[in-house]
């Protein structure tokens, strides 16, 4: 096994930063087989990363009670801790890699990513979107004088690298790739305006891109390349009543304030679940808040079948009306309407 | 008891005095036809449609016997004899006012009672109908039609008014036969009958199938097409309800049901008399528009050449929209004086014709090349949203008459008593519509709302459609007919107009065909893409 899946290059790691889950678990020595996953030898950081030590701490707790159940030898180490660590961390990343594969095999949209922030064994915020940025820029024109102006498209990219920060009133969220190259942060903020009747809220209060120019797989001969930042100026956008997750399957739209000339960098939301506060249970969301438009597309997908259902209604209420009214006002015999049939009421 | 016995006795001789005397008369009005045809070969005393008075006469006496034996009151009996006769009259069409009142004891009765039953439209009625058949939403899209073909538009609007006028009338025409005096007497009462006499030799029905089959198709989708419009429209208007293009087209399928009801072409008249007050609002106000915008108009940009590739959907939006031919047996045999058709025909396909041609004139003159397909798009916000609601209610208003003629067709095909048809009738003895009838005609209605909601690209299906049954009725078959019904009367120039109007029918109807299939296909491609 090579040395880079035993000791991942990213040095950043959200558990590192935080109080360690092992010191309350006990090292646990047990044997068991696994198959190890050779075939996929891609590293899968930040995302896999974050959400291997999770499973890797759940997976140690589980194991943890089990071997407490069926009565394995416990050695209380810590040499033999940080060797346990390792130890499961392989396997749980092994394991963990296939589950995050396995999530963004489920979702339909292939631009969908989870982003998750951990801290004190249990996740702090969470968020599923699919986000698309439109980053213009200028480019030399063929005269050499004139400046153009194009747009380079820009996805997230699978295995981007995750950090976090959550508290009380504020949490932040930092997503990078290529490097950081590209950062993109958002930062959200709860209110409290009467903690008795509960109207807290939380809402996001700022979003951040920093993009170079210099890169070359989106930025294709940009003039005068570098660094630069988008940010959003007094946005409030998703509020959502505190202790909920909001969700909005319908595209949302923001537009960033570039450093670059004052350009307009639009960033597109779809397909989101958040959370950034008052996660109760690991990897769970609160109950969704959903979006108006979503409220108004489920409206609009409701109404065609109650209208049809009065419409039927209204018909058969119609043709009884009409039926009984015609058993009512036939008292006269009836006579065919063609002279052909005569023969039947000929009697004599 | 003894008073009993008496009475019945006495109801029996007077029911024997008086079938003895109705028998006598039926004898001696039978012996009058007799005579009346003898006289008519001797002398030119009485012509065909005297005979078939007094022929009229004798059958009324005879029905009354048979009634009057059948049922001690006499009340019943009198009504539902006149309507009886009034009934099994109709195989005896004559060019006069229905059934003489001078003819019968109960002719007062009768007549009111026919009149009640099945009453005729004047010419106006007729006008109106007509209207609401060739001023259809289809002016909306002129505009664009002149946009890309200049002045060839404008002549092919003329053009297409003038051929569909003469059309219709030699349809009529091929409903009537010269008898031995040489006047004309209407003979057949439908295109089914027309297309019926015409293959009489070798297929006796299969003409008339195939004309069925076209004229349900064509009723039915324009139906479709007047739903799918409103809804259209509703939802357009409105963007801001959380209510979709489906639930306008529901609602508005819940406002027609109603329709379900109609008995006759009155009712059916005045629908399309307040369709064609609504029309005639819309064309005021953009017309109005765009003359308050004359300083602007682009009078060099009318072009006198054609754009090829878009010019052939124009071709079709211009001549396809003058299609009333499937309505007119039916309206002129409702008719009150059917020597006014020609008069009518003239006259609405004239207002059509210069109502039409100025309304897309001017409307092209005033946004030139921004012309949009539908020219409601090019109006300023507030006009759109009038004309949007006037559309509507002329959309919903114009459904009754395809609606009613389906009903018609279908209830003639398919429901007749007798073992004519598959099932039985759907009217009652006293000509009320039975529950199960009604339950048809609602089936109808929401047959309409179904397919206007569930099938995509409806208005391409319709040009599809529209292509060949719309043409094959209007163009194709009425000059086919004419040929072969009326051959050995027609002057050499009559021959010339039908089979010009044959060739270019065809010529239409393939070019319409080929365009609307890429269309559906370049359609349902960009939706796979999707």
Redesign the interface.
Known sequence: MPRSETFPRVQRHAQIGSKPSIDSISAIKCEFDFQLKTANTRMRAGCGLTYTCAVAAFAMWQSDVMMKLIGCRTLDSARLQRLAFVFFSILSRILAEQEVENLSGLSPNPDKDIFVVRENGTTCLMAEFAVRFLVPYDVLALNGIDLITEQASIALPRGAEIEGKCGNAEAEVQISWINDAYVFRLFFVKEVHDSSKGNDIWKISKVQLLYDTSEKTHFINAYNPGKHTASSHRLSALVTPAGQSYECQAPQTLTLISTDHQKGVTVSLSDIQIQPFDITSDFTFSPAYKCITDQREQLEELLPLILGIVLGLLIVITLSVYHLHLKMTAHQPQLPRDRSLYKNILQF | MATLIRSKISNKLSNAATSVSNKSQAKVSGMFARMGFQAATDEEGLGFVACDDLDYDHRQGL?MD??K???VGGE?GGE?GG??AA??DSHYQRDSTGPPPSSSKDGGVCDELAAQDKPQITAWEAGWNVTNAIQGMFVLGLPYAILHGGYLGLFLIIFAAVVCCYTGKILIACLYEENEDGELVRVRDSYVDIANACCAPRFPALGGHVVNVAQIIELVMTCILYVVVSGNLMYNSFPTL???Q??WA??A??AL?PCAFLKNLKAVSKFSLLCTMAHFVINVLVIAYCLSRARDWAWDKVKFYIDVKKFPISIGIIVFSYTSQIFLPSLEGNMQKPSEFHCMMNWTHIAACILKGLFALVAYLTWADATKEVITDNLPSTIRAVVNLFLVAKALLSYPLPFFAAVEVLEKSLFQ??GRAIFP?C??????L??WG??LR?GLV?FT?LMA?FVPHFALLMGLTGSLTGAGLCFLLPSLFHLKLLWRKLLWHHVFFDVAIFVIGGICSISGFIHSMEGLVEAYKYNLHD
Do not use: F, M
């Open positions: 029905q048979i009634l034996t059948d049922e019943g539902i309507d009886g009934e099994g959380p209510v979709s489906k639930s529901i609602i399928t819940a049901l008593d007798g009738d009217y009652r003895g006293d000509g009320r039975k529950a009604l339950s609602c929401v709302l909601v």
